[in-house]
């Protein structure tokens, strides 16, 4: 343990910081792909005032690396360096007002999209077909079936790594496709979103359409990470998939990793207990997409943490 590191837990424990603090935490089952190395120092605040009050103590003393749902991750072998923090359930409520709904980053997208139904809250149909939390959502603008997050979100409560807070409101220059210029070093906490009223049924008949055709073409109850990369829209009209599956990559395997066999653009570990094979897997059809074909495939999958 570095001087930094001691300083840091001897800080928390002087300010009387709330929610258990753990070292060389391995964050395995904080991934979907099921493998991954240690957190340095983990942390799940149990509140907003908690968080902000550790990013304080902190103060950009060791690096900071946020989590969420662990759906569109690779955390390599080697883990990761400084502070990782994973909100709590504290921040995955969802409040109703007025002119909008307020939701906490760590709502899960397909809790927001029940909960809308019930309260016959239109819009937010697609994140029925979307792992994750809608903090991840909006970090980068994740989407589905024509829907996009910057569709229906209106602005978010934020914390720096130094803990200070701010707000993000929507704009054009805010979203782009699967990205967002939230600064990375920007904590999304609390989320507000349009509230369009719309019957319980039109939104029944919405969901059950995302979820058959998501049924339909991705696969169900596997070690997997959603889609591994972007569609190369500046490239060519074709998706990634097809892109995969034009290179002759379809039934690449790699000890134990390879893809999907409803849809071609959805890694699945079946048995490998290294991320850092999952990642080469993903290079290694990067490299040969781009001699093949000359097309060059981007990660949508984030990677975290050293080799």
Same mark, same amino acid.
């Given at each position: 343990?570095?001087?930094?590191?001691?300083?840091?837990?001897?800080?928390c424990?002087?300010?009387?910081?709330?929610?258990?603090?753990?070292?060389?935490?391995?964050?395995?089952? =904080?991934?979907?792909f099921?493998?991954?190395?240690?957190?340095?120092?983990?942390?799940?605040?149990?509140?907003? @005032?908690? $968080?902000?009050?550790?990013? @304080?103590?902190?103060?950009?003393?060791?690096?900071?690396?946020?989590?969420?749902?662990?759906?569109?991750i690779?955390?390599r072998?080697?883990?990761?360096?400084?502070?990782?923090?994973?909100?709590?359930?504290?921040?995955?409520?969802?409040? $109703?007002? &007025?002119?909008?709904?307020?939701?906490?980053?760590?709502? =899960?997208?397909?809790?927001?999209?029940?909960?809308?139904?019930?309260?016959?809250?239109?819009?937010?149909?697609?994140?029925?077909?979307?792992?994750g939390?809608? /903090?991840?959502?909006?970090?980068?603008? %994740?989407?589905?079936? +024509?829907?996009e997050?910057?569709?229906?979100?209106?602005?978010?409560?934020?914390?720096?790594?130094?803990?200070?807070?701010?707000?993000?409101? &929507?704009?054009?220059?805010?979203?782009s496709?699967?990205? *967002?210029?939230?600064?990375?070093?920007?904590?999304?906490c609390?989320?507000?979103?349009?509230?369009?009223? !719309?019957?319980? +049924?039109?939104?029944?008949?919405?969901?059950?359409?995302?979820?058959?055709?998501?049924?339909?073409?991705?696969?169900?109850?596997?070690?997997? %990470?959603?889609?591994?990369?972007?569609?190369?829209?500046?490239?060519?009209?074709?998706?990634?998939?097809?892109?995969?599956? @034009? !290179?002759?990559?379809?039934?690449?395997?790699?000890?134990g990793?390879?893809?999907?066999?409803?849809?071609?653009?959805?890694?699945?570990? &079946?048995?490998?207990?290294?991320?850092?094979l999952?990642?080469?897997? /993903? @290079?290694?059809?990067?490299?040969?997409?781009?001699?093949?074909?000359?097309? *060059?495939? +981007?990660?949508?999958?984030k990677?975290?943490?050293?080799?």
């Open positions: 343990m570095n001087e930094n590191q001691r300083e840091f837990l001897e800080n424990k002087k300010n009387n910081v709330i929610g258990k603090i753990q070292i060389n935490h391995n964050l395995s089952k =904080y991934t979907w099921g493998v991954a190395g240690n957190a340095e120092i983990f942390y799940m605040p149990p509140n907003f @005032e908690e $968080l902000a009050k550790v990013l @304080e103590i902190n103060r950009d003393k060791l690096p900071v690396t946020v989590i969420g749902a662990g759906s569109n690779i955390i072998d080697g883990g990761i360096f400084g502070l990782v923090i994973k909100l709590g359930k504290e921040f995955s409520q969802i409040k $109703l007002h &007025n002119d909008c709904i307020e939701v906490g980053a760590a709502t =899960y997208d397909r809790v927001l999209s029940n909960y809308c139904q019930k309260n016959e809250i239109g819009g937010m149909e697609f994140y029925f077909g979307i792992p939390t809608l /903090g991840g959502a909006v970090r980068m603008n %994740a989407g589905c079936y +024509n829907s997050t910057k569709d229906v979100f209106i602005k978010a409560k934020c914390v720096d790594y130094r803990g200070q807070v701010s707000e993000i409101r &929507n704009s054009k220059e805010l979203f496709y699967r990205e *967002s210029n939230i600064p990375q070093d920007m904590i999304i609390d989320i507000y979103m349009q509230k369009k009223i !719309a019957s319980k +049924n039109a939104i029944s008949l919405k969901m059950k359409e995302v979820d058959d055709q998501r049924k339909k073409a991705q696969p169900q109850q596997i070690k997997t %990470a959603g889609s591994t990369f972007k569609n190369p829209k500046d490239q060519t009209d074709k998706k990634a998939w097809e892109i995969i599956e @034009e !290179a002759g990559l379809k039934n690449f395997e790699l000890q990793i390879c893809f999907s066999s409803k849809h071609s653009n959805f890694i699945v570990n &079946n048995q490998t207990k290294s991320a850092n999952i990642e080469d897997f /993903g @290079e290694y059809v990067r490299s040969d997409v781009k001699k093949k074909l000359g097309i *060059s495939l +981007n990660w949508e999958i990677i975290y943490g050293e080799r």
